[in-house]
């Protein structure tokens, strides 16, 4: 069984908003959220220092997108706000140790995923 479970994917207009939820996430984690599309390559979208005392964007989702951590729950979440259509893809959450999040927006630091939950945005 894998320790991070996506959820809240959905197909929504532009400018709608989600809300996705990775369960399993611990608060010693660095957390992230990435996003896939068929015939690219996985890209960083947000990402979080353990315990949630610092959060980092990538810039095309600045002002946009915002992620949080309920530790009671366990779940790490990232809120889509002002959807667009490039916004469309597969997200995934991802953990890693604190050292991950030395280069938080990369992906070579997290070593646990989930499975993904797609997203998409219709103009």
């Known amino acids: 069984q894998a320790r991070l479970m996506e959820s809240g994917g959905s197909s929504v207009q532009a400018g709608g908003s989600l809300k996705l939820a990775c369960a399993g996430a611990?608060?010693?984690?660095?957390m992230g959220w990435f996003r896939q599309t068929p015939g690219t390559e996985r890209e960083a979208v947000a990402a979080e220092y353990p315990g949630g005392t610092s959060k980092f964007y990538t810039d095309s989702v600045k002002g946009r997108f915002t992620v949080s951590r309920d530790m009671a729950k366990n779940t790490f979440y990232l809120q889509m706000d002002n959807l667009k259509p490039e916004d469309t893809g597969m997200y995934y959450c991802?953990?890693?140790?604190?050292?991950?999040?030395?280069?938080?927006?990369?992906?070579?630091?997290?070593?646990?995923w989930g499975q993904g939950t797609q997203v998409t945005v219709s103009s």
């Open positions: 611990q608060y010693v984690d660095c």
């Open positions: 991802a953990a890693g140790p604190g050292s991950a999040c030395v280069q938080p927006l990369t992906l070579a630091g997290y070593n646990t």
